[in-house]
């Protein structure tokens, strides 16, 4: 899917009817450039026009913005690239807003999926405009319903439920789907939007998640074993909660354990060579103690980014917003190392200052955004390890059966 729209972005790029004057030498040049595929050096020249040194008026100018946001793209500076976008999507006068919204929907899809709104100030009928591809259109029905779902927002869930099927993004909308179902107590809707879900691989884990956390409120009781089962055969998670229940049954005292809490420690129990419950417990503890001594968030997300892999600590860690949230870092410092080996002439350049600005800003917050995130999970898995290493210490903990699976379960393996 990302290969076929980044095809379709690239080959099929509309024209926009502007009257503008007469274009600088500068412009003609960077779209020259842009024209012969050297992109980095398309990049200054536009530059200078957006600058106003050029004379060139507003229609050109705007022209040099889309021109701008493509060649860094294309540059895989996705994060500028975007960024240049956004102020196009938010100028609705913008000659170029429209053609943006391929670009953008690209860009979007090459990135962590960390809830950008930059789709929200559209016309919901953008998708369907010719100049949209229609392999674009999920990923802009997807970005803006999904966003508008999150934030309260209005035709959220009509968008995404407008995703086909046979659509990448069918399984990643019915997430989003699920809660808006479950919120509204809909517990059939809810319960099947997560079986689409759960039939792709990756996703698997995050519906048993949904449906985990909704479970209580929606009061499912013994019910929760028969929808876990629903979800198929994928992800760790489904594997491991039909097992706690089962030992749940046998009279172990897990009510207050959190989902996650129990999983983590039962992985590392499973998965470890010669570990036991009681011993996953107290390694965990030990990271956890030294993770506690860390005063900012910054701090906590350089430390765990650091450490061996841990399987307790790397299952408590796998829930999507912690995922995308560590994904966009990483994204962020690929970026940044890609501009330290670029032209150095390039560096020198007002362009390249920008790029290396908005990256660094960004990576600054996002660092910060995930490790609020990881403090978040491990305060959890702390609070759980008291009644985690009494159930540890009783029969019980040797009679909790997991498959081999959970031990190839993307978090870990």
Known sequence: MRVSIVAAVILGVASVGVAAAQPSGPLERGIRLYDKKDYLTATVELKRVIDRETGDDAANVQRAEFFLGKALFLTQLTVPALATF????????????EPSIKWIAVALDLLPDVGSGVFAGYDPAAADRPVVDPKVRDAFRYHRGAHLARSGGPGGAEMLAQ?????????????VLAELRFGARDTHG????LQVAARDPRFADDAARILLRWARTLELGDRTRDALAGLGPHGALVHIETARLGVERKGAQLAGVSHDGFAAIAVAARCTVGGSFASAVASTDRVLAKLRELDDHVEVYEAVHRMPRDPAIAFALADRP??????FVDELERELALVSRLDRAWQTTPIASEVLQELTVQLSVARADAGKLI?????????????????????????????DAVCRAPAIA
């Not at 912690?322 to 994904?327: D, L, N, S, T």
């Open 375 to 403: 403090a978040q999970r491990l305060d959890g898995l702390r609070a759980d390890l008291a009644p985690l290493a009494a159930f540890g210490a009783t029969p019980l903990a040797g009679q909790l059966a997991l498959p």
């Open 190 to 193: 809810g319960h099947a939007e």
């Open 163 to 175: 995703i086909g099927d046979a659509s990448e993004y069918r399984a990643r909308a019915a997430l």
């Open 322 to 327: 912690v995922r995308e949230a560590i994904g």
């Open 86 to 97: 956004e102020r196009i999507a938010h100028n609705d006068q913008h000659a170029w807003r």
